[in-house]
């Protein structure tokens, strides 16, 4: 989890030049510029981190360095995604119209026009960037783990005693509550706002809009596979009972996300968001059944040790926080950070009472100040979970001590 975290701001640093400089350059006057080759050798660069962080994750934890090989890439990729990439995919599309804006020659129904296709294309670039975190840095970071144990004359294993864990299952109704309140707003767009703009809404401009089906269908398919493996080494374990309502905690957010889908926004069942989602969920489902069933892992028994139980919370506080911002809350902060004060410029006639710069500076300042949310949920986890493992650990002992005798 350390190297994760360790990773994920030297990412976010890296990536802060060429999407925390030379994105938001392109679109207002004043801001930091970094040249072009600058840039591009940033972004090169950084594809190289997720897997140097799995490397440094299995050369720490030899035992198990495929598996935390991949939790290390997806660590450092869900930091540095929601402190430089998400903020960064909200002001891309809104480049021509901040510009045009700004050289006050463009006739109002071409602005509006501009921010309508602002508004729609937001939630595209969130999506493509948030997917291609998920889908691409555990990947690298499985492969950066592949390459120490190949390195170290071995062929790969994984550990045979596993913990179960609760972040995926509260990170999973944390996308759930996240879409949600992202399609309220998407079907606002597409039954009202796009008609007051002037603008047609359109077939694409409507799976667009609801793209985020897909984002929160790779992240509850990557949850619930961490889920079903637990809910199987439960049943292993002989604790049906649990596994059962272990089973159906798992299943029942990635449903539920379809079923807001069609109350929330019935139109988004004809695109492909809504589609993709779906088959990604049911695909994990057999595909980790396929896998675990027959798998040499067991539940392991032991209670965790207290900075177990701390890595715990800080894996809580980032998966939790970062896929609410991939799944919802960025495009919910960006309407209401920049959007908003530009439609409210356009449309009511009222001035933009700031700058430029301060419009595109408060939305990276606002997803910089979700590691204070971060941390609050890892505090929140540990002050909540500090008694039950001590008590635990007690029982462990004392059923320990009695076998002893």
Do not use: N
């Amino acid at each position: 989890m350390l190297v994760g975290l360790v990773f994920g701001l030297l990412a976010a640093g890296i990536l802060g030049l060429p999407l925390g400089a030379a994105v938001p350059a392109r679109a207002v006057s004043g801001w930091f510029y970094v040249t072009h080759d600058v840039a591009l050798l940033a972004t090169v660069s950084s594809l190289l981190l997720p897997s140097l962080a799995g490397f440094v994750a299995a050369w720490l934890d030899p035992d198990d360095p495929i598996r935390g090989g991949a939790g290390a890439g997806m660590v450092s990729a869900l930091l540095a995604g929601t402190l430089v990439v998400m903020p960064a995919s909200q002001i891309a599309p809104a480049t021509d119209l901040l510009v045009g804006m700004a050289a006050g020659s463009e006739k109002r129904e071409h602005l509006l026009e501009l921010l309508a296709l602002t508004i729609v294309d937001a939630q595209w670039f969130t999506t493509v960037g948030a997917i291609s975190l998920l889908v691409v840095a555990p990947g690298l970071g499985a492969i950066g783990g592949l390459v120490h144990d190949l390195w170290q004359g071995r062929r790969g294993h994984v550990a045979h005693l596993v913990h179960r864990s609760s972040v995926p299952l509260v990170a999973a109704w944390v996308v759930l509550a996240s879409v949600t309140a992202d399609l309220l707003w998407t079907a606002h767009v597409d039954v009202s706002l796009l008609q007051r703009l002037g603008h047609a809404t359109t077939w694409m401009d409507r799976a667009r809009l609801t793209s985020v089906l897909a984002t929160a269908g790779v992240a509850q398919s990557l949850l619930l596979a961490w889920m079903l493996r637990d809910a199987l080494l439960l049943f292993r374990a002989r604790r049906r009972l649990f596994g059962l309502v272990w089973l159906g905690m798992a299943l029942a957010p990635s449903a539920l996300t379809g079923v807001a889908a069609l109350v929330v926004h019935p139109l988004s069942a004809t695109t492909p968001g809504f589609w993709v989602g779906g088959v990604a969920v049911a695909t994990t489902v057999l595909g980790t059944l396929v896998v675990h069933w027959r798998s040499e892992a067991e539940l392991h028994e032991r209670p965790r040790t207290f900075w177990d139980l701390m890595g715990e919370g800080a894996a809580m506080g980032v998966v939790c926080v970062s896929l609410g911002a991939f799944t919802g809350l960025t495009p919910v902060a960006g309407t209401r950070l920049l959007v908003w004060p530009l439609l409210g410029a356009l449309t009511g006639g009222t001035p933009l009472d700031m700058t430029q710069i301060w419009l595109v500076g408060r939305l990276y300042l606002a997803h910089l100040g979700s590691m204070g949310g971060m941390v609050a949920v890892g505090i929140a986890y540990a002050m909540l979970a500090t008694p039950v493992w001590l008590v635990v650990r007690a029982m462990f002992v004392r059923a320990t001590s009695r076998r002893a005798r």
